[in-house]
């Protein structure tokens, strides 16, 4: 069976070194659309390395690209083909603003195995912890198609009751046509999303955009929305992966602000508000 879930629940964990340094901050933050416009003050906080602070989804790619997607696939008891695999969700827990240059010791171990009937799905764990202390705990639900049925625990629902009312705030963002590309630069180099041959083998007509591309727009928007630019405020952010989105479409990011917690849903405007992110929850100090 390609998925051994109590081999992969029993796997040591496997650790190693991480590191980063501004270059890869400032890279990361052009990859999900900073620097428009190029001289604004607050998009300057995310493209000078003399103003520089870390969005928190950075940890996401930092040291070694979307943690938890690739890299859990060679985990001990999971043998899947890359094709199969969909990132169903993610979410990061910040427990100290990150640094803008930094050295970590990153684990990994896979932390849940659920039967979805016609789907497998992974919890895979990533905790990161420097000389002062953990930095983030982040984790990513990775969907593998056709690997469900094996009578195993079906999980948890993850699904929350839409927002009510009226959004506080909605904001659009366009994306460019080389969206992709250019954050795949921070490490995720899955096909999926430059190859047109390999898309067609996983069922889409053209290269999808990460996942946690359309992550990183979307707590970007909420920082500088509603949390005045600083994103040393964020201690929590969840979603969903709804929907695929496609390099150069624009992004309709609603917001609800109730106390220290954002509901956000996605949607591309092109398609007719088609669905990108749901269960979306930032929450804030």
Not at 159 to 181: H, I, N, S
Not at 207 to 234: E, F, N, Q
Not at 235 to 255: N, Q
Request: charged share 25%; net charge negative; glycine share 10%.
């Amino acid at each position: 069976m390609p998925i051994d879930p109590a081999k992969a629940l029993a796997a040591e964990p496997k650790s190693g070194e991480i590191s980063w340094t501004a270059k890869d901050v400032l890279l990361y933050h052009l990859g999900i659309g900073a620097g428009v416009p190029a001289t604004d003050p607050g998009e300057l906080r995310y493209t000078l390395e003399s103003r520089l602070q870390v969005l928190p989804s950075f940890a996401t790619v930092a040291g070694a690209g979307a943690p938890g997607v690739i890299s859990g696939l060679s985990m001990p008891g999971i043998e899947v083909e890359l094709a199969r695999v969909l990132h169903g969700g993610q979410s990061l827990e910040i427990h100290r603003p990150l640094p803008v240059e930094g050295t970590a010791t990153s684990t990994n171990r896979v932390a849940a195995v659920y039967d979805k009937g016609k789907a497998a799905v992974l919890v895979l764990r990533t905790e990161v912890t420097d000389a002062d202390g953990p930095l983030w705990t982040n984790d990513s639900q990775i969907f593998i198609r056709g690997e469900g049925g094996f009578g195993g625990d079906r999980g948890p629902s993850a699904r929350l009751d839409p927002p009510t009312g009226e959004p506080d705030k909605t904001v659009e963002r366009t994306l460019r046509e080389d969206q992709a590309l250019l954050y795949r630069l921070s490490g995720d180099w899955n096909p999926l999303h430059a190859d047109p041959e390999f898309a067609a083998q996983a069922g889409f007509d053209r290269p999808i955009l990460h996942g946690l591309c359309t992550y990183g727009v979307t707590l970007k928007a909420v920082v500088d929305t509603l949390l005045g630019g600083d994103a040393s405020r964020v201690r929590s952010y969840a979603t969903r992966f709804a929907g695929v989105v496609f390099p150069g479409e624009t992004l309709r990011i609603r917001m609800w602000h109730r106390d220290d917690t954002v509901r956000v849903t996605v949607t591309a405007v092109d398609r007719d508000d088609a669905p990108a992110l749901t269960d979306t929850v930032v929450r804030h100090t």
